[in-house]
């Protein structure tokens, strides 16, 4: 409202005061509207991030109530490999303590340093684990997760050594006639010694045959203890070049004889391997008869021994007349032969003693160039190839 302008001078200056006061008023009260808006919006972004945090919350509780219910151990790890955080189950397989403890040495103190079947690891406990592994992102370190496999293992162990005796049983006809062949021939040369109706040189071809027979004999039961027993619990660390060496020994005879020229390439070095001695020189020898077999009238036998970063590969090659694709594709079932006088044991004994130690046996070949075999073996203080990144983390 338009104010009376009062005369003069001091009206003039009364009426500058009374716009001024005016303008105050205003500039005051929109300032009190912008304090107030202000005040609104601080308090809602507030209440926002009050919001925001006890989401956070409720999600880092549900994640640490997700991490102590998981069945699988969880560590995480710093840049420098230390443990962060482990969840209680980790505590349970692994024992502790393990808060802060450099991964570097839990793998020493708690792993044994061996290849094992499938790429799991033994822990010093006897538990089977699985590792996988998997980077922080957004910091360095990493999260690793293991899973106890032990129960599974043994489950497969069982289904496997029942798989071998269904086997067995099946081919219990074949197996009985192959024990009956050479133990009737074995009977008949000793009966005939025990009766003395015999000369001199005759008594001892006939008590040769006889010894030949019941060796035969024993092989075969030896092949199918082996092959129902598949794993076996005794390990010795070796030497590779050892084994082939023993395993070569009672094959010599027969090399000679043969007229068979042996060519040897071992890689020098240590050759080291955890495994049954009498399991892979058992297995060793099914390869190398095999071969001989394959040259009754004499060739080239060439035993090779190599190294890789994770294995010691047994080469056992022939110059023979090689094998059918047909047979190829069953070599290793038992019971599979292609000769008269053969079991079928002797590579599926082959396979079963590699599964065992942790290994593979292979076979390559083309009829009419011969065949190779080759048993892989984890050296001894390896570590599965997946498992690698995680143990040196
Ligand atoms: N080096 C080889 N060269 C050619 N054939 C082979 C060779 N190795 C294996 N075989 C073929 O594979 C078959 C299966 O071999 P395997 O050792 O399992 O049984 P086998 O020798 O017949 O009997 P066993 O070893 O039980 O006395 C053999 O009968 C043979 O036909
Ligand atoms: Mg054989």
């Not at 094998?323 to 079932?333: G, H, K, M, S, T």
Request: charged share 20%.
């Amino acid at each position: 409202m338009q104010q009376p302008q009062p005369s003069g001078s001091l009206g003039e200056a009364s009426f500058s005061l009374s716009m001024l006061r005016e303008q105050l008023a205003d500039t005051y009260q929109s300032i009190e509207q912008r304090i107030e808006r202000l005040t609104g919006e601080l308090q809602e972004a507030r209440s926002e991030r009050r919001n925001e945090l006890a989401e956070k919350e409720r999600l880092a509780d549900r994640l640490q109530s997700l991490l102590n219910a998981l069945p699988a151990a969880v560590l995480v790890l710093d840049g420098q490999g230390r443990v962060q955080e482990l969840n209680p189950a980790a505590e349970r397989l692994l024992g502790g303590p393990l808060q802060g403890a450099s991964w570097r040495r839990l793998i020493d103190q708690l792993f044994i340093p061996q290849t094992t079947t499938g790429g799991d690891l033994l822990l010093r406990n006897g538990r089977y684990v699985a590792l996988s592994t998997c980077p922080l992102g957004h910091e360095p370190g990493q999260i690793l997760m293991l899973h106890d496999v032990t129960e599974k293992r043994q489950l497969q162990q069982h289904l496997e050594h029942s798989r071998r005796l269904a086997d067995m049983g099946r081919m219990a006809a074949t197996l009985a006639h192959q024990i009956r062949t050479p133990l009737a021939s074995a009977l008949l040369y000793v009966s005939q010694l025990h009766g003395m109706t015999v000369g001199n040189a005759l008594q001892q071809r006939f008590s040769g045959r006889a010894l030949q027979s019941l060796k035969g004999l024993e092989k075969l039961i030896a092949d199918m203890l082996l092959f129902a027993n598949g794993g076996g619990n005794v390990r010795e660390r070796l030497d590779g070049a050892e084994l082939l060496a023993q395993a070569l020994e009672s094959l010599q005879p027969k090399l000679a004889a043969q007229g068979i020229e042996l060519v040897r390439h071992v890689e020098a070095g240590e050759l080291p391997v955890e495994v049954n001695p009498t399991m892979v020189i058992s297995a060793l020898q099914n390869l190398l008869s095999n071969a001989l077999q394959a040259m009754p009238e004499g060739g080239r036998l060439t035993l090779s021994l190599q190294r890789d970063a994770t294995q010691l590969c047994f080469g056992v090659a022939d110059n023979g007349p090689g094998i059918e694709p047909a047979l190829q594709a069953r070599l290793f079932e038992p019971f599979v032969s292609g000769r008269a006088a053969g079991t079928g044991l002797g590579l599926a004994v082959v396979r079963a003693v590699a599964h065992a130690m942790g290994g593979v046996v292979e076979c390559e070949s083309k009829p009419g160039e011969g065949a190779t075999f080759t048993l892989r073996l984890p050296l001894a203080g390896s570590v599965p190839a997946r498992n690698e990144a995680a143990l040196s983390a």
